[in-house]
C-alpha cells in the first residue's frame, strides 16, 4: 500500500506535529514538486468482474477512484471519485452493488449500484479496510480492518457494522465458503518470539470465523510462513488456497539461489478439518517467483492463477495437480525446503504480463484480470490458452511517467532486480516495513539474529541496522543490493530506492482518538518526557531516537556486543516483536518483563505502566 492514509488528520500533540513538520521537511527534499505530482497515478490495485463477464471494475489507489471497464474493448466508461484511497472490492451475489473498501484510520465502505456508479450507501469501519468479501445469500459483508487487527461483519440490508471479530495480526484478506457457514481470513505477518530462547514456531496464521456464531479459531502455517497476500476457496468449499513466503531465516543468507532465503508458495488448507495440508512451491530450480500476491481459480474451477508481484508474470496450474497430495514441482533446495517435494518439470506455467506490479485478478470464464500497480493497466490472460499466447492490455490512462520515488517504490517491489528472482526488497520489508523475523546477517558475524528493521524514517535516523554496522540508510540500501539481492545495480537506482524510502511517511496509530492522543496516552506522555521515567532522555522529539548506541542489557549469550542502536519508536505499534532479538510480543512485556528503560523508577503503579505502554503505542 502506497504511502498509507496521507489525508487523515494527525495526531496534534507536541510531538506528533514535530514529527509532521519533519515529514514534510524530508519530502519536499527529497521529492521537489510531490505536491503537482499527487494523482499523477492510477495505482490499480484490485479488480472485479461483472456477472454477465461485460464490465471490469478497476480500483485505482493513487487516483482515488474506481473505473468503469467495458469488455472486451477496454473502454473506460465512468471513473468514480472515492472518500479515501480503495483497496479491495467485490460485488453482491446478484451482481446489482459494487462494495469498495477505502482505507483511513476510519475507514469507509462504499456501496454502489454497479450498473450506474450510483452511490447507494456508506458504512463506517475501521483502520485501514481492505479485502471485502460478501456472504452467498448477499446479506452479510466482511470487511479486514488491517490496523485493527479485526474483522467486520456488516449487515448489508440495515446498512451497518454488527460485530468485530478479533483476527491475529494484521487481516488483509477475506473469503466465505459457498453454503456461507465459514469464513477465512489471512493474517499479513507473524506473531511471535523470534529470539534464540524461544524455540516455538514462527508463521502467519489463517483465522477461521463460524458465521453462524462468530466463534474464532485459527490455523498456523508452517514455520518461516510470513507475507501472506491472496486468499482464495475452492468452488467446492473444500480448500482454502493462500499465497505466502517461506523464509529460511534460521539459516545464514550467504547465498539467495536456490531458495536459500526465501521462495514463493501457496499453502492449502482443508476448510472442514480446519487444518493446514501442505504448502506447494511456485519456483523453478534456477527461477524464483518472487512475490505471490492475489490467487484465484478460473476457467470453471479447473484452473489456479497466481499474480507474482515482483517478477511480473501470472502463474497458472491445472487445479487438480495442485490439490493432489503429491502435487509436483521442480525442487531447489529439497533438504531444507520440504515443500519441493520431488525432481521434474514445474506444473506451473508463468505467463509474462505486458506491465509491471500485478496485484488483485478477477476471473471471468477462462479469462483473468490482472491489476498492474506501477503500469496503469490491467493485463488480460486466458489461463486455458497455450504458452504460446500473450497476455492482453487494457489501459486505465496515459502511459505514467515515473518519478524517481515512483520508480524507487518499483524497484523496491521488484523481484527481477535480484539474482534468479528470488525475492525483492520488500520481501523482507513488505510495505517498506518488516517482516517480524530475525535474520542472521554476516555484516556483524554470525550466530545473532537480528529483527527486521521497518525502513521508516531509516535515512533520517544513522547508522542503520541494530549494530550501527551501516552508517547510513544510504550504503545499507546498496549493501542490501549487493548482500542479500545478489546483484549489482546502476547507482541511479539505489538512489531511486533513497528517494522512495524517504517519502514513507508514518501511518496514524490506531490508538489514536480522532487523531489525537487519549487521556491515558497523555499521562503517559508526562511520564515518558518526565525526569522520573527519562524515557525522553534516549527517545526525544521528534524522531524519538538519541541516534546513539546504548546498552540496556538485552546482550544474549550469541551477541558480540553490549550496545545496539536506539530505534524510533514512531510506528512502533506496528513493529512487533521487540528488542533486538525480538524476544519480547508486546510493548507492557517489554517493560515488565524486560524492566527497558525503568532503571531510574522501577516502581511504576500498573495504571502507570498502562499510560506509559498506551503513550508509545500512540506514537
Not at 124 to 137: E, F, L, W
Not at 344 to 368: E, N, T
Not at 500 to 508: D, E, G, W
Request: proline fraction near 6%.
Amino acid at each position: 500500500m502506497k504511502n498509507e492514509l496521507m489525508n487523515n488528520t494527525p495526531c496534534e500533540t507536541p510531538l506528533a506535529l514535530l514529527v509532521a513538520a519533519w515529514v514534510v521537511a524530508v519530502v519536499a527534499a527529497a521529492a521537489t514538486g510531490r505536491a503537482e505530482e499527487i494523482g499523477a497515478y492510477c495505482g490499480p490495485c484490485a479488480v472485479a468482474v461483472s456477472k454477465d463477464g461485460r464490465t471490469l471494475y478497476v480500483a485505482n489507489a493513487d487516483a482515488r477512484q474506481v473505473a468503469w471497464v467495458e469488455l472486451p474493448g477496454g473502454k473506460i466508461t465512468r471513473r468514480v471519485d472515492m472518500p479515501a484511497e480503495p483497496t479491495g472490492l467485490t460485488l453482491t451475489p446478484d451482481g446489482s452493488r459494487l462494495i469498495v473498501t477505502c482505507a483511513a484510520t476510519k475507514s469507509t465502505v462504499a456501496v454502489f449500484a454497479a450498473d450506474s456508479g450510483r452511490a447507494i450507501l456508506s458504512i463506517r469501519t475501521g483502520h485501514t479496510a481492505t479485502g471485502p468479501a460478501v456472504s452467498p445469500d448477499g446479506k452479510r459483508l466482511y470487511v479486514c480492518n488491517r490496523f485493527d487487527h479485526d474483522v467486520s461483519v456488516i449487515d448489508l440490508a440495515a446498512g451497518k457494522e454488527t460485530a468485530r471479530v478479533p483476527a491475529v495480526r494484521e487481516p488483509i484478506a477475506v473469503a466465505v465458503t459457498p453454503d456461507g457457514q465459514t469464513v477465512l481470513v489471512a493474517n499479513h505477518l507473524p506473531n511471535a518470539r523470534t529470539d534464540p530462547a524461544f524455540g516455538g514456531d514462527v508463521a502467519a496464521a489463517v483465522t477461521v470465523i463460524d458465521a453462524r456464531t462468530l466463534a474464532v479459531s485459527s490455523i498456523e502455517l508452517r514455520h518461516g510462513a510470513t507475507g501472506l497476500r491472496g486468499l482464495c476457496i475452492s468452488p467446492d468449499g473444500k480448500h482454502v488456497l493462500v499465497t505466502h513466503l517461506m523464509s529460511n531465516f534460521e539459516q545464514i543468507p550467504f547465498r539467495v539461489d536456490m531458495g536459500w532465503i526465501n521462495v514463493n508458495v501457496l499453502s492449502i488448507l482443508d476448510v472442514r478439518e480446519r487444518k493446514f495440508l501442505r504448502t506447494v512451491g511456485m519456483d523453478e530450480q534456477d527461477s524464483g517467483a518472487g512475490n505471490p500476491w492475489d490467487v484465484v481459480f478460473a476457467a470453471g474451477g479447473t484452473r489456479v492463477c497466481v499474480s507474482l508481484a515482483g517478477i511480473h508474470q501470472v502463474g497458472v496450474i491445472d487445479a487438480s495437480e495442485l490439490l493432489s497430495e503429491s502435487a509436483r514441482v521442480m525442487s531447489p533446495m529439497m533438504g531444507v525446503w520440504p515443500i519441493y517435494t520431488s525432481l521434474g518439470a514445474s506444473l506451473w506455467r508463468r505467463v509474462p504480463l505486458p506491465g509491471k506490479g500485478p496485484r488483485g485478478l478477477a476471473v471471468a470464464g477462462s479469462k483473468v484480470y490482472a491489476a498492474q500497480y506501477f503500469s496503469d493497466t490491467v493485463a488480460v490472460v486466458d489461463s486455458e490458452a497455450s504458452e504460446e499466447t500473450p497476455a492482453g492490455s487494457i489501459a486505465l490512462g496515459p502511459a505514467p511517467r515515473l518519478t524517481l520515488e515512483r520508480r524507487g517504490e518499483l524497484l523496491f517491489n521488484d523481484a527481477t532486480v535480484c539474482y534468479q528472482q528470488w525475492q525483492s526488497c520488500a520481501s523482507c520489508h513488505p510495505d517498506g516495513r518488516a517482516d517480524a523475523l530475525n535474520w542472521d546477517l554476516m555484516n556483524d558475524g554470525a550466530g545473532n539474529a537480528k529483527n527486521t528493521k521497518s525502513m521508516l524514517l531509516s535515512h533520517a535516523t544513522p547508522p542503520a541496522m541494530a549494530e550501527g554496522v551501516r552508517m547510513s540508510a544510504e550504503e545499507a540500501v546498496r549493501s542490501g543490493l549487493k548482500h542479500i539481492l545478489f546483484t549489482s545495480r546502476p547507482e541511479e537506482e539505489a538512489v531511486a530506492i533513497d528517494t522512495y524510502l524517504k517519502s514513507l511517511r508514518p501511518v496514524p496509530s490506531p490508538r489514536l482518538v480522532d487523531g489525537r492522543l487519549s487521556p491515558a496516552a497523555e499521562r503517559g506522555r508526562s511520564l515518558f518526557e518526565s525526569r522520573r521515567v527519562g524515557c525522553a532522555s534516549c527517545h526525544p522529539a521528534p524522531l524519538t531516537t538519541d541516534l546513539k548506541s546504548h546498552n540496556v542489557g538485552s546482550k544474549n549469550a550469541f551477541e558480540r556486543h553490549d550496545r545496539f542502536d536506539t530505534p524510533s519508536l514512531v510506528e512502533v505499534w506496528r513493529t512487533a516483536p521487540y528488542l533486538h532479538d525480538g524476544r519480547y510480543t508486546t510493548v507492557k512485556s517489554l517493560l515488565l518483563e524486560g524492566k527497558h528503560g525503568l532503571y531510574r523508577d522501577p516502581g511504576l503503579s500498573e495504571r502507570e505502566i498502562d499510560d506509559l505502554v498506551e503513550f508509545v503505542l500512540s506514537l
